[in-house]
């Protein structure tokens, strides 16, 4: 029985009801695999922040999370997008089970001290045992992942949902971290896609110009994720990654770790 993380972004999140393949394709796999979904909070979180007024400030393209839009975006993500994201689920039958990241069982989490200055709460997801998924994901269940931690002394955190999926993904031991996202895998600079990446090449190919603009970036940070997480990932759309799960031939882009492709 391998362990397989999906992380899920795109149109997955905007509009899980659309997904119905993925979502039974998951249900086939969980009955001989441990699945596990992370994700994010997709258009809804601007979209509240927008429509309050509030601003949006980054730092190395990460939201800043002041503290007075913590609580915004924890209803939206470990509420709203949560449990939509499980009902769309259940409605194909799969046993889905909503938690958070800072949940007892799954990981702790801690500030990340690039933000802690400017007082953001933004956290790190700490890479260590997670008897609670490893629990429910042994037993046909499907747990659901937001990416919202809690600190040690209770307090809520905003953690980048690729990095809570590789840590999480590292903690388990998974086989493979699945990225879903909008796009069926990384493209070199005349559209056609790379099926194979080795992790070590990424800079070479980014210098090259192969991997360009807001790709360059998305493949810089996911070749840092399998690099630390020691997982393979692959890259593709919700779509294809159904296949993919179904094991069926499929559009996608394998990202291997350096000390796997050396």
């Not at 992370?38 to 400030?57: A, T, W």
């Not at 031991?173 to 996202?181: D, E, H, K, N």
Request: proline share 3%.
């Amino acid at each position: 029985m391998s362990t397989i993380v999906l992380k899920v972004s795109g149109k997955a999140i905007d509009d899980p009801a659309h997904s119905v393949a993925l979502w039974n394709a998951v249900k086939s796999a969980s009955s001989r695999d441990r699945i596990i979904i992370v994700h994010g909070g997709g258009k809804q979180v601007d979209v509240l922040i927008n429509r309050l007024g509030e601003p949006i400030d980054r730092i190395d393209g990460i939201r800043l999370t002041p503290p007075s839009q913590m609580g915004l975006i924890a209803g939206v993500l470990a509420g709203e997008v949560n449990l939509t994201l499980v009902g769309a689920l259940q409605k194909q039958s799969v046993r889905a089970v909503g938690l958070s990241l800072g949940s007892s069982g799954v990981l702790s989490t801690h500030v990340d001290p690039r933000f802690a200055e400017a007082g953001g709460r933004v956290g790190l997801a700490d890479t260590g045992e997670a008897p609670l998924v490893e629990l429910l994901a042994s037993n046909g269940y499907v747990p659901v992942i937001s990416s919202i931690g809690i600190d040690a002394e209770g307090g809520l955190l905003n953690i980048n949902a690729d990095d809570a999926a590789g840590s999480l993904a590292s903690s388990l031991g998974a086989s493979t971290l699945v990225f879903v996202s909008d796009v069926s895998g990384v493209s070199d600079a005349q559209g056609k896609l790379i099926e194979r990446i080795n992790a070590d090449e990424v800079e070479t190919l980014i210098a090259d110009g192969v991997v360009t603009g807001g790709m360059a970036a998305k493949l810089r940070a996911a070749a840092q994720i399998a690099n630390k997480s020691h997982t393979e990932i692959v890259i593709t759309n919700a779509e294809q990654a159904s296949l993919w799960l179904s094991k069926e031939p499929c559009s996608c882009t394998r990202l291997i770790p350096a000390e796997v492709s050396a």
